[in-house]
């Protein structure tokens, strides 16, 4: 009775032995003293290739590459010292040919009497796992070769990575920078909740210009671009890529000072030709001169024109930086203002339809009329110039109930890439970098017209092609 029930324990563990061999995702291989393969399981048959059948009582080496052979001496030495070969890495050979990365474990198979009849060998694919780690170590290596500073900081503000560049731009020391919360890195220690954080929140990233400190205690300015990093849809982090801009805005301070003086020296002979090309044209058409005559004095007026309002925008900006940029409010008829402009902006731009959606309406506003007058005259040869010829720019108003009027300027043309509405508001930027068509002050004058004017200027985009350019303003 009692050999009957150990008879049949034996059993139900050989069952439940082989259940756990034929169900496992590691190949477990077994060999006799002479290295012949007596067993062969499941996982195997999908790592080499090879089926049970085609492999019992072959040699196992046949899944070790030439170049593997000699190892077979080093690993009876270690099962000699240990019993054990445990998660030795090494490379076997499929049926086809392929050569894969894997973790081997061997251990002796024992009979009842403890003598050794053979080897189990447990073996891993670890190709992935090498693939993996050698992308990472890919990744480190270029974040830490990469010029500009690379941040990674945790979602409680502390910072948990910095590359080699950040120590060269703020003096710290990677490791020195560890844990440390990035308030204390910046000038102002709200910046980054006030200002950064939100944005983050909202558009999952955030690029601007920001007062930081050096070691040694001074301040300068860098350029941040900062995104939160997501896991399955979840934020865990966040990266900053840092770009040190001392050097680029004391360029740009040049740039400005130096058009600045040329934009003086300019003003004063621009104005005499100006008036004199003016006065001959009215001489020509009073004395019914020929017509080409007439069209050669309107374009060079056109031309004359467009330089004098590059001239205004670069005395402007240059107003802007020493704060002059003076305002002079007055009760303004809006939509007379606007339709004065669109007369004038449908001569210069001939190939462009200027429509206006209020013509009769009167809507009083405080403003500035010839400062609200630049702003139009900007936004409606922006959509000019970034529109194609023949297509329609839409001039519209609307009053809304919390005492502002919106005025809007729609365009066409190649439209604004999202991640770019925010920057085209800044100084010199331009989408295009090439571009011939201006300099990239003009969206930035018209911004700081319309902050004088405490109202809000942004864009959407215009569906399915083009820009739409709002700003408000205060209503009487
Ligand atoms: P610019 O003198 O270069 O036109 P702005 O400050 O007026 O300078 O505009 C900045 C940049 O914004 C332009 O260079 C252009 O790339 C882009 N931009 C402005 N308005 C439009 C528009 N209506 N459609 C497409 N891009 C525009």
Not at 158 to 178: D, H, T, W
Request: proline share 3%; hydrophobic share 35%.
């Amino acid at each position: 009775m009692r050999s009957k029930l150990v008879h049949k324990s034996h059993a139900a563990i050989k069952a439940h032995l082989d259940f756990l061999v034929n169900s496992s995702n590691d190949s477990i291989i077994g060999t006799d003293l002479k290295r012949r393969i007596t067993s062969w399981n499941p996982a195997a048959e999908k790592l080499y290739g090879y089926t049970e059948q085609e492999v019992l009582g072959k040699n196992v080496d046949i899944i070790v590459p030439s170049q593997k052979k000699g190892e077979i001496i080093k690993l009876f030495e270690i099962l000699a010292r240990h019993r054990v070969v445990s998660n030795y890495e090494t490379e076997r050979l499929t049926k086809d040919k392929r050569l894969v990365q894997v973790s081997i474990t061997i251990s002796p198979i024992k009979d009842r009497k403890g003598e050794t009849i053979g080897f189990s060998t447990i073996t891993r694919d670890i190709s992935r796992h090498m693939q993996m780690e050698k992308r990472l170590q890919l990744f480190a290596k270029a974040l830490e070769a990469a010029d500009d500073g690379i941040q990674i900081v945790g979602l409680d503000g502390k910072i948990l990575f910095s590359n080699k560049s950040v120590e060269r731009i703020y003096g710290f020391p990677p490791k020195e920078l560890q844990g440390k919360s990035v308030n204390d890195m910046n000038k102002d220690p709200l910046f980054a909740e006030k200002i950064i954080l939100p944005t983050l929140r909202k558009k999952g990233y955030w690029s601007g210009e920001i007062e930081v400190k050096h070691k040694n205690g001074s301040t300068f300015s860098i350029w941040l671009t900062a995104s939160v990093i997501k896991h399955y849809g979840k934020p865990i982090a966040l990266v900053g890529g840092i770009r040190d801009i001392t050097k680029k805005k004391k360029l740009e301070e040049l740039k400005a000072e130096f058009l600045s003086t040329a934009a003086h020296e300019l003003k004063t002979p621009l104005t005499t030709l100006k008036l004199i090309s003016e006065s001959h044209l009215r001489k020509i058409k009073k004395y019914g001169m020929d017509q080409m005559k007439i069209s050669e004095f309107n374009l060079i007026n056109t031309e004359l024109n467009r330089l004098n309002l590059l001239i205004n925008d670069i005395l402007d900006d240059s107003r802007i930086e020493t704060q002059k940029l003076h305002m002079l409010f007055e009760c303004t008829d809006l939509n007379k203002l606007i339709l004065g402009v669109i007369k004038k902006m449908q001569i210069i731009y001939k190939h462009h339809k200027i429509t206006y959606n209020n013509k009769k309406i009167k809507m009083q506003v405080i403003a500035d009329p010839m400062r609200i007058e630049q702003v139009l005259i900007n936004l409606i040869s922006n959509a000019a110039k970034y529109s194609p010829i023949f297509s329609e720019i839409q001039v519209y108003v609307k009053q809304e109930e919390d005492g502002k009027t919106e005025v809007s300027v729609k365009d066409s043309g190649g439209g604004i890439p999202e991640e770019q509405r925010d920057l085209i508001f800044q100084r010199f930027y331009q989408i295009d970098r090439n571009s011939t068509k201006g300099f990239g002050l003009g969206l930035y004058i018209t911004q700081e017209i319309i902050k004088g004017h405490r109202g809000k200027l942004w864009v959407d985009a215009n569906k399915p092609k083009g820009s739409i350019f709002h700003f408000t303003l205060q209503t009487i």
